[in-house]
Structures are given as structure tokens and as C-alpha cells.
């Protein structure tokens, strides 16, 4: 007798990390199979996710590492290791969490459309063994997409694992970033080159309108000018820089730790140390070196990867 389609069993996917990457917690209703992981794709490229005909891809080009310079967005890079979202973290909580408010809030998404849809229909029916697409199902297949989306393979992360080598500046500017000359890896340790969290670098000590960051969110005034860290990984594609992109170069991001920081009452900590009270005091050679490094952080598997491409 003919198997049903949704019936067939679906092909568990393996999500693999390497060393220095936190553990991936996924939760046990929304494991990751390749049909899901699919499902999340077809949804991320398509229109019928908005009401005024955009889609997810439309600001977050794989070419650019999942942003687009035009938008300025957050790029989509290893996500699925955060806990806090947007600039300042008005969704907290897990994968699932965040795209429900982009499916609610952010597109208010037509379910009405989706389950129009003889091809929703029939790929929801096979992965969640579900009649009626819901809110929740759309997260959870986004959800599956998102987690697949794993940078983890530039030239640093070959330097790490020992398989490839630095050139001398690149290796200089990696001292740099690792050590307290450029205190980079505080905020940015290796592995998701973000810690996550929410920081006031300096970029302004009189704070208006979105450069409240955080504090748009929380009301707190401790969070005055804080915002979310984000990856540096492929950070040579994700230009322009900073929540407003106001840095159209990594010359320009580093020269403004260098010497244009600015002070306010949350300036933080790692900006005040006794030594920095007035930028990194950087040789043009060493800020060279820096950007080298940086660039090392692109990881072209990640962008070209087929499971991550327009259906």
C-alpha cells in the first residue's frame, strides 16, 4: 500500500559546531530534519510572509552575509546561539520567541493566505503533521532555518583548529583583538565573536531618539546608549557598522575606538580602563593589522552554502 507523504519519515539534520562554539539547545518539539529546515527556507524567500509583499531575504541577502547595506540590519549569522534580539533586546528568550514576533509583529503574517496555500498545506501537513497552519508552526519552521544558518568556517577558524595559517599582519592584528592592547574580545570572544549582551561603546554622550538604545526598550537609565553586541563574524560583508550605520569602512570602527570615543555616565567599563581613557593609541600599522584580522572573519561556505539559497 502507498505511503501518504505525511507519512514518510523525515531526515533528521545534524547540526554540528566546532570546539569553541557554546552547546546549541534545541528544543524537543521542533528537532531539525531537512524538510523543516526547507520549509523555513521557502517561507524566508517568500513574500506571502508580509502584507505588503516583502520577504525575509529582501534585508538579509545572503551576499552580504545576510544583511544588506540598505537596511542596516542585524545580519542572520548563528543566531540560534542568542538570547537577546534586535539592537536592544526588546525580544528576549529563545529562536522560537523571535520569530513568532517577526510572523505577529514585524509582518503581522495572513494566515489565512498561508493556508491557502496547497504547497504550505501539503509541506506543514509533513513536517508538523498539521491541518492548519498557525502563528507558532511558522516560527517553529523559520525557527528550523535560522539554526541551520552556522558560520563556522573562515580562515580564523582554521587558524584556530590549526589546519590553515595567518599571515604576519593578520596575525599581529590578531594579538591585538585577543589581548588587552585592543580588549576586542572582551565583548566579542572567540567562537560567535559575540558575548551576547548590551554595551555602551561610546559612539555619543548625549542621547536622543534611537540612540537610547536599550533604554527604548527597559526605560532604565542604566541602559542609556547600550546596545546589543553583534557577531563580527563576516563583518568585511555586513556594512555599514553600528545600530545607525554611521561607519562605512572597519577603518572608520576601529579608528573610533582608537581615539573617538566618547564619555557619559554608561560608557562602559572596558572604555574607562586607567590605560584607555583616551582611545586604543594604536600605530597606523597596528590598526592596519586589526582590519586584516577582521577580514579573516569571512566565511564564504557560510554564504554560498546551497541548504541557505533561494529555493
Known amino acids: 500500500m502507498p505511503v501518504a507523504e505525511e507519512d514518510v519519515p523525515l531526515t533528521p539534520y545534524p547540526v554540528t559546531w566546532p570546539y569553541y562554539f557554546p552547546n546549541l539547545e534545541i528544543p524537543d518539539e521542533n528537532q531539525m530534519t531537512l ?7 521557502h517561507l524566508y524567500y517568500d513574500t506571502i510572509l508580509s ?30 546561539w542568542n538570547s537577546n534580539f534586535l539592537w536592544n533586546g526588546k525580544v528576549q528568550g529563545k529562536m522560537e520567541d523571535i520569530m513568532l514576533f517577526e510572523v505577529k509583529e514585524f509582518f503581522n503574517t495572513d494566515l489565512d493566505k498561508i493556508n491557502q496555500s496547497a504547497f504550505y498545506k501539503k509541506e506543514f501537513k509533513k513536517v508538523y503533521k498539521a491541518d492548519n497552519v498557525t502563528a507558532e508552526l511558522l516560527s517553529y519552521a523559520l525557527s528550523q532555518f535560522f ?11 582554521k587558524f584556530i583548529l590549526h589546519t590553515a595559517n595567518l599571515n604576519d599582519s593578520e596575525m599581529r592584528g590578531f594579538n591585538i583583538f585577543t589581548t588587552e592592547k585592543g580588549d576586542c574580545f572582551h565583548c566579542h570572544s572567540l567562537g560567535l565573536f559575540t558575548d551576547n549582551k548590551f554595551h555602551n561603546i561610546g559612539l555619543d554622550s548625549i542621547f536622543l531618539g ?10 532604565l537609565n542604566k541602559d542609556l546608549g547600550l546596545f546589543k553586541t553583534p557577531t563580527l563574524r563576516n563583518i568585511e560583508l555586513t556594512a555599514p557598522y553600528m545600530h ?31 590605560s584607555k581613557l583616551y582611545g586604543l593609541g594604536l600605530t597606523p600599522q597596528e590598526k592596519q593589522d586589526l582590519v586584516a584580522f577582521l577580514k579573516t572573519l569571512t566565511d564564504n561556505d557560510f554564504i554560498n552554502n546551497p541548504l541557505l539559497q533561494k529555493p
Do not use: W
Not at 524538510?35 to 527556507?41: A, K, Q
Not at 538579509?60 to 544588506?68: D, I, V
Not at 534611537?210 to 526605560?219: A, D, S
Open 147 to 157: 539554526r541551520a544558518m552556522v558560520s563556522k568556517n573562515s580562515l580564523c577558524d
Open 51 to 80: 502584507r505588503d509583499g516583502r520577504a525575509c531575504a529582501d534585508c538579509h541577502s545572503s551576499a552580504s552575509a545576510f544583511t544588506t547595506y540598505t537596511s542596516n540590519a542585524l545580519p542572520h549569522i548563528n543566531l540560534g
Open 244 to 274: 545607525d550605520g554611521r561607519y562605512t569602512t572597519l577603518e572608520e570602527v576601529v579608528e573610533h575606538y582608537n581615539s573617538k570615543v566618547k564619555h557619559s555616565n554608561t560608557l562602559d567599563p572596558i572604555m574607562t580602563k586607567p
Open 210 to 219: 534611537q540612540n537610547m538604545g536599550r533604554y527604548n526598550y527597559t526605560g
Open 35 to 41: 524538510e523543516g529546515i526547507n520549509l523555513g527556507r
